[in-house]
């Protein structure tokens, strides 16, 4: 594997190697020196085009703590405001001797064609393109899937998991790259979201769809419920009429969480819109793994780096 582009790219194999090493991250992240050498020498590049805390702080940190060299690139503050192109951007990375770049980008496909286009030899993640894929975000939701469900048996996959996916997906990278990469582990995948917001690509893909939350929730025992962001930086027209008609008839509340099995887990990618998809009484309950998949962040893009990067040294 070369680079991390789309999480329909890798098979279930890769998919569980990542996983598996993931737990050992796990591990060192929970010592008191968090630290390895593994990538001790190798300068990695943070290229962000987009605004976002979560994913570019963990892969800074999971870099850090495999002691790589760690450079962050914002759009902001760069000459990238002054219009230098993502072709001039690589190869004055290349020329600073990058060994792998971590970008996200408005642009669907931008991941790709910076690995394709031989203006720079790095290894590239795909830390979100446009509305495309967000694969790290997909292996640390299989990867809280498998350690809340499954004990985190080694060379477990997901089959049977049944996870319901809401909200945005049309606009959602998370969305697709999450029923790709749960399709491989054999996951069973429900979309549902209102008709105007769930691409009908999409839902051909899925086990099942609904355009009811509460349908759904009655005819289903979900293992997990992930809510999506609405992502109205990304929409350019009107998909429902209102903020509060969303919050009523697509958001997880009090009393919907009330009508799930006791043990489904609550997800969200971050950042949430408090009071929109999800309100508080979902988003703290005793369920809610969200805090869990931000920890969990960190781990999987540590073992990402380590099989992209690492050249096949052994984990201390
Ligand atoms: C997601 C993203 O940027 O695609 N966030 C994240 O990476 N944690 C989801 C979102 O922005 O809604």
């Known amino acids: 594997m070369k680079h991390l582009l789309s999480a329909g790219a890798l098979n279930r194999e890769q998919a569980i190697a990542i ?3 993931t737990v050992q991250m796990e591990l060192v992240n929970s010592r008191d020196i968090k630290k390895l050498p593994t990538l001790r020498g190798k300068t990695v590049v ?5 605004d976002s805390t979560r994913t570019r702080t963990s892969f800074e940190v999971a870099a850090k703590r495999l002691s790589a060299d760690v450079i962050n690139f914002t759009a902001k503050g760069s000459s990238v405001s002054k219009g230098e192109s993502l072709k001039d951007t690589a190869q004055t990375l290349q020329a600073m001797g ?4 971590i970008i996200r980008h408005p ?25 495309h894929e967000h694969p790290t975000q997909a292996l640390l ?9 499954r004990a985190n048996k080694l060379g477990s996959d ?3 998991v049944k996870v319901a996916i809401v909200g945005d997906i049309a606009h959602s990278r998370v969305a697709r790259s999450n029923l ?12 549902i979201a209102p008709a105007t917001l769930l691409p009908g690509a999409l839902a051909a893909q899925a086990a099942g769809f609904y355009y009811s939350l509460d349908q759904a929730i009655a005819e289903q025992d979900f293992d997990a419920i992930m ?7 990304r929409m350019t027209a009107s998909f429902f009429p209102s903020e509060r008609e969303y919050a009523r008839i697509w958001g997880l509340n009090g009393d919907r969480l009330a009508k799930l099995p006791s043990d489904t887990l609550i997800m969200h990618p971050g950042p949430m819109n408090r009071g929109l998809e999800i309100d508080a009484k979902a988003a703290d309950s005793v369920n809610s793994v969200i805090l869990a998949q931000v920890a969990n962040g960190v781990s999987v893009r540590m073992a990402v780096l380590y099989h992209l990067l690492a050249g096949g040294s052994e984990i201390e």
């Open 180 to 191: 790709l990469l749960l399709n491989t582990l054999g996951a069973e995948v429900y979309l």
């Open 227 to 233: 809510m999506l962001r609405v992502q109205s930086e």
């Open 141 to 149: 939701d299989a990867y809280t899937l498998r350690q809340k469900l």
């Open 19 to 21: 996983l598996d090493t």
């Open 158 to 160: 997901l089959a049977g």
């Open 46 to 50: 943070n290229l962000f085009f987009e």
């Open 107 to 131: 642009g669907s496909g931008a991941a790709h064609t910076l690995a394709e286009s031989g203006w720079i030899q790095a290894a590239i993640v795909n830390a979100g393109d446009g509305t």
């Open 98 to 101: 990058a060994d792998g770049v």
